[in-house]
């Protein structure tokens, strides 16, 4: 029997999926959707949405940062905590890329041994499993 797969959804794709599913490419569409998985949202992406929405630079998402918690079991997501190994491991990286909020989320998908739903290409340089296409 084929184990389910265990996923943690990147900032972008969080918010397609929570507001504009048709941004989502079809298979990061279908395993969201997907009853079979194990779908979990960082920490970092609530932070990273808030941050980027007080700095004018994300519009839209107020309503999701008011009611945050709802939204994420609305549509069955799991709450995904940084700890202080994430942190760690984060700030660890030897690659090029500053993005502190990619940075955690890559540590937890590497740590947790999830695949990471992502656009982002970024990502590739970090050991992990990265769904998209």
């Known amino acids: 029997m084929e184990s389910a797969l265990i996923v943690l959804v990147d900032t972008a794709a969080l918010i397609w999926a929570m507001s504009d599913p048709d941004r989502l490419s079809a298979p990061a569409r279908a395993v969201l959707e997907s009853s079979d998985g194990d779908v ?11 941050t980027k929405h007080r700095l004018g630079r994300l519009h839209n998402v107020r309503s999701l940062l008011d009611d945050w918690v709802h939204h994420l079991d609305r549509f069955g997501f799991r709450q995904l905590d940084i700890t202080h190994r994430h942190a760690l491991h984060a700030g660890s990286y030897d690659v090029e890329h500053g993005d502190p909020f990619d940075r955690v989320i890559a540590a937890q998908a590497e740590l947790e041994a999830m695949t990471l739903v992502a656009n982002d290409r970024a990502f590739d340089l970090f050991p992990i499993t990265r769904l998209w296409t």
């Open 40 to 50: 979990w949202a960082s920490a970092a992406s609530a932070w990273e949405i808030a």
